[in-house]
């Protein structure tokens, strides 16, 4: 959950996350070098005479052309690396769809029986004390952590964006196609999220909330939860 006042992420809840995280300061310390490099040789060229060499030298001109090339397969190695492992599901332990609607969500565990709920921010005037506003749900997903969830993403009438910033989950709802994405959470929690696809007037009231639980307790919440 952010802060406020925060400037950096939200701590990482899954793997991908973590990853994320860690080429975004990769990145970073490559721009911190481009910038400080730049800032020297502009310094050099305010502050010193400019001679033959530096007007006219073809090994400069070498290594203005290498050197950017380099610094572009140091960003896209890691960055492909990424990209295939969040595409990458493999035997996923549970499968839950979710459904975007204006303005609410549904959910569906297709792996078990007639587990089916619609989801609906808690109001302000219902929301009890140390909740969250704006970001609470009547129900809530529940996942077992340290399990592979494969979630499958659409929609119901106009686009809408199923994320959770936490678990590094961000996927399209598209009405008509299914999009799909997975993530494990490493440590049991409540993950709140927020559909991140303008979809209307009350847009920003569609949160999304996943918790995180032991396996016995989400095997005890799955066979009380009604359908």
């Known amino acids: 959950m952010a802060n406020h006042s925060q400037l950096n992420f939200q701590d990482a809840s899954s793997p991908i996350m973590e990853e994320l995280m860690g080429f975004h300061d ?3 310390m490559v721009a911190l070098a481009i910038c400080s490099l730049v800032l020297y040789i502009l310094t050099l060229m305010l502050t010193e005479k400019l001679s033959s060499n530096t007007v006219d030298a073809q090994a400069i001109e070498l290594v203005w052309t290498i050197l950017p090339a380099m610094v572009l397969i140091t ?3 890691p960055s492909l690396r990424i990209l295939y492992m969040m595409d990458e599901i493999n035997e996923p332990d549970l499968t839950l769809k979710a459904i975007g609607h204006q303005w609410y969500w549904t959910y569906e565990y297709t792996d078990l029986k007639n587990l089916t709920f619609d989801s609906y921010m808690t109001p302000t005037t219902d929301l009890p004390l140390g909740h969250f506003r704006l970001l ?4 809530r997903v529940v996942v077992p952590m340290s399990s592979t969830v494969r979630v499958i993403v659409t ?3 106009v686009l809408h964006s199923w994320a959770v910033p936490t678990l590094g989950v961000k996927t399209d709802a598209i009405p008509g196609r299914l999009n799909q994405t997975s993530f494990l959470a490493n440590r049991p929690g409540v993950y709140y999220g927020q559909c991140s696809e303008i979809c209307g007037a009350n847009h920003s009231f569609m949160p999304i909330v996943v918790e995180a639980t032991p396996l ?6 799955s066979s009380s939860h009604p359908s």
Request: net charge negative; no cysteine; glycine share 0%.
């Open 26 to 28: 990769h990145a970073l």
């Open 155 to 157: 929609a119901d009438d």
């Open 216 to 221: 016995a307790n989400f095997e005890s919440w």
């Open 75 to 77: 960003l896209a190695l």
């Open 136 to 139: 609470e749900v009547d129900h």
